[in-house]
């Protein structure tokens, strides 16, 4: 399994490698076969391949290793599918699990359970890439949708909202630049009409197959939780709130051991996310952050792999949003101190210290390309809204955006080359250092993430 996983990783890198201009280890989102709303896809391909669109535009393919053009690898991911039929599937996401934070932790001990997983006769793992930007309220989205973001138009975690005139900490759902943490009003923002395109959720049921979400107690009721999921009777009724971890993943086994009783089809749907706090508080492979993944490794392994064992027809996708990286609070523009160009902006920067959407004021464009050039240019790129969409940055290569997101991208990104964290101050409050673990960006340590197909 160990040169497969090599193999797949060498030709993924190759395959999505961006210009160099961007850096040496930036790494271009797949969303034709090998990144996470393909993996999501895998969901109804299984259980139900007619399941009615709901939209006039098809979702994005199922996960396909085929692209790599590797026979051996290819050859892995066939013999995995034929070893039977699949009735269950169980889609979870482990917040900020980047591959190579996982493989490290395999590698040293950390993460055992997982180490025998992914070199299982009855698994498959390799690495494939989140969306863009590489942040949480984005990947999660794609997930739940099998969209890309030029369709379903969450563009990250501070976003402009034209519609109603200003910026929104999407987390949170709660204006940006307001003096309160207050949620914005149904009648102001509804989430439940925020994205265009339908939720997995909500085709699976109308195909006849179960669908359950397994999610932290507390996001129930919460705004990412209903526009990932609008619209769906999981979302509603069949939504699992956990309160630890273990108990999330004995929730989950009782669910599957139900559904196996009625030999009916299942998807279900959890979430885990103490793997992303701690690596933001403390950063990634950092004591504490190693302390959750080993954690939650034990915890899979006693609730779900051990208990389940010999039952071939649940398939587990093991997967996350995105990885993480170090942050360096040397390392960061204040947008502040370039006062032409924070001239240009008509509103502040939004999108993500690794990714900085820049709206301009009319005819400025050219100049602040140039002004970028001249004093940012070392550690960072221009790169207009028309080159994101034709690298292939928030969809396929070339396909436009659609009308939802066209406005919430900003004419410029501006986008790291390294390491670099592009940050604006709004107060007169000292200014803040970022979190110890960041992400968002292009680099490799963000955009790869795990792949594990595993049947129980």
């Avoid at 934070?101 to 359970?113: E, H, I, K, Y």
């Avoid at 690495?127 to 949480?136: C, E, G, I, N, R």
């Avoid at 949170?172 to 943490?181: E, H, I, K, M, N």
């Avoid at 939720?199 to 006849?208: D, I, V």
Wanted: net charge negative; charged share 20%.
């Amino acid at each position: 399994m160990a040169s497969i996983v090599n193999l797949a990783e060498a030709a993924l890198l190759a395959r999505q490698q961006l210009p160099a201009e961007f850096g040496p280890d930036a790494v271009r989102p797949s969303y034709d076969g090998l990144g996470l709303a393909n993996a999501a896809a895998l969901a109804t391909h299984w259980l139900a391949p007619d399941a009615p669109d709901l939209y006039d535009q098809p979702a994005l393919p199922a996960f396909q290793p085929e692209l790599l053009n590797q026979p051996e690898v290819t050859a892995a991911w066939q013999g995995w599918q034929n070893q039977g039929e699949i009735r269950q599937v169980v889609l979870l996401l482990i917040d900020a699990l980047g591959y190579d934070q996982l493989r490290q932790m395999m590698s040293d001990g950390t993460a055992p359970a997982l180490a025998a997983a992914t070199s299982a006769d009855q698994a498959f793992f390799m690495p494939a890439t989140t969306v863009y930007p590489s942040t949480t309220t984005t990947a999660l989205t794609s997930a739940a949708t099998a969209y890309a973001p030029a369709q379903h138009g969450i563009m990250g975690t501070y976003v402009y909202f034209r519609e109603i005139g200003t910026i929104v900490n999407v987390i949170g759902y709660q204006p940006s630049l307001a003096p309160t943490r207050t949620p914005f009003f149904d009648y102001q923002f509804d989430p439940d009409t925020l994205v265009p395109v339908p939720n997995m959720y909500r085709r699976l049921e109308q195909a006849g197959v179960t669908v359950e979400i397994v999610n932290n107690y507390l996001f129930k009721g919460s705004s990412i939780s209903r526009f990932t999921s609008a619209g769906s009777i999981a979302g509603q009724k069949h939504y699992n709130g956990y309160i630890t971890a273990g108990d999330g993943f004995a929730q989950l086994r009782g669910g599957l051991l139900a559904h196996a009783e009625t030999n009916e089809k299942s998807f279900t749907y959890m979430y885990l996310s103490t793997v992303d706090s701690t690596a933001h508080q403390y950063g990634p492979l950092t004591p504490s952050n190693r302390a959750e993944v080993s954690a939650l490794d034990y915890s899979l392994r006693k609730e779900i792999l051990e208990p389940l064992a010999g039952r071939k027809d649940i398939a587990v996708l093991l997967v996350a949003d995105h990885g993480q990286r170090m942050s360096d609070p040397d390392k960061a523009a204040w947008l502040n101190d370039y006062a032409e160009l924070a001239a240009m902006l008509a509103v502040p920067v939004t999108g993500e210290a690794r990714t900085g959407y820049l709206h301009l004021k009319h005819d400025t464009e050219l100049a602040a390309v140039d002004y970028i050039n001249r004093k940012l240019g070392e550690h960072f790129l221009a790169v207009p809204r028309s080159e994101a969409v034709a690298l292939g940055l928030f969809g396929l290569p070339g396909q436009p955006l659609g009308p939802e997101c066209a406005d919430r991208t900003g004419d410029l990104l501006l986008v790291p080359k390294s390491d670099w964290l592009v940050r604006q101050q709004l107060t007169k409050e000292e200014r803040k250092p970022y979190f110890k673990g960041c992400h968002g960006g292009l680099s490799r340590a963000e955009m790869l993430i795990p792949f594990l197909a595993y049947r129980l």
